[in-house]
């Protein structure tokens, strides 16, 4: 029997590139601003910067926010400003960008979905991404929401998966999660026992080795799956 439903976010309750796009421009003209120094700063630079970094510490691969404040906090470095004052640009920078990306378009069909499974199932969120669903008025359906930046670890390792299961105080037999990836999603949820539903409203071809043991086009097709299986 499910009891417990965990949800990707990017690209599963809302589409992500659009955002991230937006929030660049943003942010790259909030620099042009306040940080002329810095100038139209090639990305191979910012790449290299934040290879180096990941190169000196792996966990920031996971803490995509810590990541991505330093990458900001080197290149103001590089232009010139002091370490205080890049800092403090690097900060109130990344403030910025944060929120530019959460002005999310919420799938239209999520929120009636979510209300719908929240009154007989524990959801929760399992998210390598650093959107806030307390930001997005999203944190009433959830019991919990576990992103890999605070965990210092990210799907499709096991460790969020399991940590889940703690929080949702349920086996993994009892367990579903919904996700656009492949390999995060559906591969690492399978490896700890849960079942896994493939979210691909776009109709790709499944490429993996294992199945996912389930597939949906549209969020509204939930209800009645996870019916269907007890």
């Not at 306040?34 to 180096?52: Q, Y």
């Not at 926010?65 to 920078?93: C, I, N, T």
């Not at 378009?105 to 959107?131: R, S």
Request: hydrophobic fraction near 45%.
């Amino acid at each position: 029997m499910i009891k417990l439903i965990t949800f990707d976010l990017d690209d599963t309750l809302w589409d992500t590139a659009p955002v991230i796009v937006s929030a660049e421009a943003v942010l790259r003209d909030w620099l042009a601003e306040h940080a002329p120094n810095l100038g139209p700063v090639p990305v191979e630079h910012l790449w290299a910067i934040r290879a180096r970094l990941v190169e000196a510490d792996p966990t920031l691969k996971h803490r995509i926010s810590a990541l991505r404040r330093r990458v900001l906090f080197h290149a103001l470095e590089d232009a010139g400003y002091a370490h205080a004052h890049a800092q403090e640009l690097a900060d109130k920078s990344f403030e910025v960008f944060l929120h530019a990306r959460h002005q999310i378009e919420i799938f239209p069909e999520a929120q009636p979905t979510l209300e719908i499974l929240a009154k007989t199932y524990t959801l929760g969120v399992v998210t390598n991404g650093n959107a806030d669903i307390r930001r997005l008025g999203l944190a009433d359906y959830f019991a919990f929401a576990l992103c890999a930046e605070e965990l210092g670890i990210g799907k499709p390792d096991p460790a969020p998966f399991l940590e889940a299961l703690k929080r949702g105080k349920v086996d993994a037999s009892a367990a579903v999660h919904i996700g656009d990836h492949p390999g995060d999603d559906i591969a690492g949820a399978q490896q700890v026992g849960f079942r896994a539903i493939w979210f691909n409203p776009t109709g790709k071809a499944w490429e993996a080795d294992r199945q996912p043991d389930a597939e949906i086009q549209s969020l509204m097709q939930l209800p009645e799956l996870l019916a269907s299986w007890g």
